[in-house]
């Protein structure tokens, strides 16, 4: 695979930060400031991820939204060695500040080379102190561009919309000026599964992230341990797709079971080859489990 097999991508987001310092809020702020209401008869279901176009210095462009719990997700999935996100919002409530778990999000982003766009929100609310963030993070290598450091702050209110896309302009800078986001869309996909559902109706239901080529309804995928034939996707609209290119999420039907959020899944030739590595995988993860239980057996027969 040559350079010039490589196209631009758009950035894949993760919002971080402290419990209820408005994480979801800016989420569905972002969403619904850029989706037309009404068009798909509003927006209701959750969805693990998103993604959004909109007009930009009069260039179209898109940006994709993991809309995890927070680092959990973030931690379970670098655990298993995958790599999500491009990018890192950091939300710190302006009345609140920093506060553990706003450094314990620093901190895994920065481990993982993850670069880092600060929002500070809820400005709207009383007793709300941008500035004494600003101060906080410095400590913490988050310098302020203002001050003469190389990280954007951009000053929010989920709640009121404000400066929402003032936010993506800062997640636009960030993806030009430090990264470049290529992948090979004209080939086999591969991925990640960021979330995964049992449905009544519809059986094991995930969303997964396509990170190269495209995924095609059709397409024999093998997820963890989880295999099956695409036999349909959806969009973040529940509109049916029948093509996802790299950095899309889509919801996909038609899996043996559920993988799990961070499992890597990738296109195979043909159905038994796909479950032939999932049987794999489950046998080994069976021997692991047993191997476990043996070594405690064993060290118990010692007390
Ligand atoms: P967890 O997922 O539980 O960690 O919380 P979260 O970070 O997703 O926070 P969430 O979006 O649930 O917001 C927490 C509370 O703060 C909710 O009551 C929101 O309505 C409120 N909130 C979020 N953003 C703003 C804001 O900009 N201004 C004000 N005044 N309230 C906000
Ligand atoms: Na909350
Ligand atoms: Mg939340």
Redesign the pocket.
């Known amino acids: 695979e040559g350079d010039a097999d490589l196209e631009k991508r758009p950035a894949v987001v993760t919002v971080m930060?402290?419990?209820?310092?408005?994480?979801?809020?800016?989420l569905?702020a972002i969403r619904h400031s850029n989706v037309v209401e009404g068009e798909h008869g509003g927006i209701t279901q959750h969805i693990g991820a998103y993604q959004i176009g909109f007009d930009h210095d009069g260039r179209q462009r898109r940006i994709t939204f993991i809309d995890t719990?927070?680092h959990e997700a973030f931690t379970a999935m670098r655990a298993r060695g995958a790599k999500v996100t491009d990018i890192a919002i950091l939300?710190v409530?302006a009345d609140d500040g920093v506060m553990p778990q706003t450094v314990e999000a620093l901190n895994h982003a920065q481990a993982a080379g993850v670069p880092i766009v600060v929002a500070v929100?809820?400005?709207?609310?009383e007793g709300a102190n941008p500035d004494k963030i600003r101060g906080q993070l410095t400590e913490y290598g988050l310098v302020p561009e203002e001050y003469g450091g190389d990280t954007m702050f951009v000053d929010?209110?989920?709640?009121?919309n404000?400066n929402i896309d003032d936010l993506l302009s800062a997640v636009l800078l960030t993806a030009d000026a430090a990264l470049d986001l290529r992948a090979n869309p004209n080939k086999d996909a591969r991925g990640i599964a960021i979330e995964a559902n049992l449905d009544k109706g519809r059986g094991a239901v995930a969303t997964v992230l396509v990170q190269s080529g495209t995924l095609k309804v059709g397409d024999t995928i093998v997820a963890g341990i989880a295999h099956g034939r695409v036999r349909a996707m959806f969009d973040e609209n529940g509109d049916q797709v029948e093509a996802a290119a790299p950095s899309r999420p889509v919801q996909v039907l038609g899996l043996s079971t559920v993988p799990r959020a961070g499992d890597t899944f990738l296109v195979t030739d043909d159905e038994r080859t796909a479950r032939q590595i999932a049987e794999k995988r489950e046998a080994a993860d069976r021997n692991a489990a047993l191997a476990k239980r043996r070594k405690r057996i064993s060290l118990e027969d010692f007390d």
């Open positions: 930060g402290h419990v209820d310092h408005g994480k979801t809020r800016l569905d719990p927070g939300v409530a929100n809820k400005i709207d609310k929010v209110s989920a709640r009121q404000l």
